[in-house]
């Protein structure tokens, strides 16, 4: 298995309140993606990252921030959630163009 | 954004029996690939195709991937229980300096026993 650790694994916070969620690699891939998966809508791009502090909107990148300091790790937040971005989310990272990309487990987070 | 549509979205057929799933679009990728996903994990990939017309086989699934470079199909011949998961195909772009995919709502399959 791929070296791709998600946390928190679960979360219920209030809406409003800012939410951060992490994403840590130990494989040194270049690229690293958030999506979110939702019933019906299969898994959808927020942001990814293609190197240290390079980062790009996904499709669906309202209301959602991310940053990448280091090689391993990348962050997204929820500056204000909203009960919209009640979702599982999901890290992937990938080596290079045109190779697959390994997925973490996955963090559910609800918003109430 | 390039557009997949998977068909069915939802199949469950008992053990022993074939099944196809379809991946269509109007966008041409550069490679397809198709990832299994098990309720509370990741998906994994199973398989990336990238030249059109290929045929890629994987024990009892087969992935076939369109002349056109538009739409793949699996096959699965003598489905067993634990074949059960949501498939997903996933299309890639290279578009300007990063990779993106574009996944499928996805094919939640069912074997019963």
């Known amino acids: 298995d791929a070296g791709i650790t998600q946390s928190p694994r679960h979360k219920v916070t209030e809406t409003g309140t800012p939410v951060t969620l992490r994403c840590h690699q130990t494989e040194n891939h270049r690229y690293m993606y958030w999506y979110r998966q939702d019933p019906g809508h299969g898994l959808r791009l927020i942001h990814y990252?293609?190197?240290?502090?390079?980062?790009d909107k996904g499709e669906v990148s309202d209301g959602y921030s991310v940053s990448r300091s280091k090689t391993e790790d990348f962050l997204l937040t929820l500056e204000s959630a909203t009960s919209s971005q009640t979702s599982v989310y999901f890290c992937a990272i990938s080596l290079t163009l045109n190779t697959e990309a390994f997925f973490g487990q996955g963090t559910r987070l609800t918003v109430v | 954004t390039q557009l997949l549509e998977q068909s069915p979205q939802f199949l469950s057929i008992q053990e022993g029996e074939n099944l196809t799933v379809y991946c269509n679009s109007s966008s041409v990728f550069s490679s397809l690939q198709w990832y299994r996903q098990e309720p509370g994990e990741g998906p994994v990939l199973l398989v990336t195709?990238?030249?059109?017309?290929e045929v890629k086989k994987l024990k009892r699934l087969t992935f076939q991937f369109g002349d056109a470079r538009k739409d793949s199909s699996l096959h699965i011949t003598a489905a067993q229980p634990g074949d059960t998961g949501l498939y997903l195909c996933?299309?890639?772009?290279?578009?300007?300096?990063?990779?993106?995919?574009?996944f499928g709502s996805g094919t939640q399959l069912t074997v019963l026993p």
């Open positions: 195709v990238v030249t059109g017309g």
């Open positions: 990252s293609y190197g240290v502090k390079d980062t």
């Open positions: 996933a299309g890639a772009v290279a578009s300007g300096s990063a990779r993106q995919l574009t």
